[in-house]
């Protein structure tokens, strides 16, 4: 019974003794070993050095593109703020304009109601 109450203790002792203890390094291959996922064909290469110069052009496309919308926004914009305050005035000369018409019509109708009285 004392003996499996004393198993862990001696286990770990054990442990920390080893731990202690220099560990071998794990040798490296040799330089001219070359590891068979690093191994690449020329074609491979070739590929996929024109893969990364076509994506390099698409990106550079894609930017151009992104800075001449950005500059047509801005122009936009600024046509924008130049026109609002003539947008302003028309709407404010067609409101002008409709509250006029509708004058005139009330006129309108007071007259050809004095003519229906006249003719009576």
Same mark, same amino acid.
């Given at each position: 019974?004392?003996?499996?109450?004393?198993?862990?203790?001696?286990?770990?002792?054990?442990?920390?003794?080893?731990?202690?203890?220099?560990?071998?390094?794990?040798?490296?291959?040799?330089?001219?070993? %070359?590891?068979? *996922? !690093?191994?690449?064909?020329? @074609? +491979?290469?070739?590929?996929?050095? =024109? $893969?990364? #110069?076509?994506?390099?052009?698409?990106?550079?496309?894609?930017?151009?593109?992104?800075?001449?919308?950005?500059?047509?926004?801005?122009?936009?914009?600024?046509?924008?703020?130049?026109?609002?305050?003539?947008?302003?005035?028309?709407?404010? %000369?067609?409101? *002008? !304009?409709?509250?006029?018409? @509708? +004058?005139?019509?009330?006129?309108? =109708? $007071?007259? #050809?109601?004095?003519?229906?009285?006249?003719?009576?």
């Amino acid at each position: 019974m004392s003996e499996t109450f004393w198993e862990p203790e001696v286990e770990e002792q054990t442990h920390l003794d080893n731990r202690n203890e220099v560990q071998p390094e794990p040798q490296l291959p040799a330089p001219s070993a %070359e590891p068979a *996922a !690093l191994t690449m064909s020329v @074609d +491979d290469f070739a590929g996929l050095e =024109e $893969r990364i #110069l076509r994506a390099v052009e698409v990106v550079k496309r894609e930017r151009q593109a992104r800075a001449a919308a950005e500059e047509r926004a801005t122009d936009a914009e600024s046509k924008l703020r130049e026109q609002a305050p003539r947008i302003e005035r028309l709407e404010k %000369e067609l409101h *002008a !304009l409709k509250a006029e018409r @509708d +004058d005139v019509r009330q006129r309108v =109708e $007071r007259l #050809l109601a004095q003519l229906d009285a006249i003719e009576l």
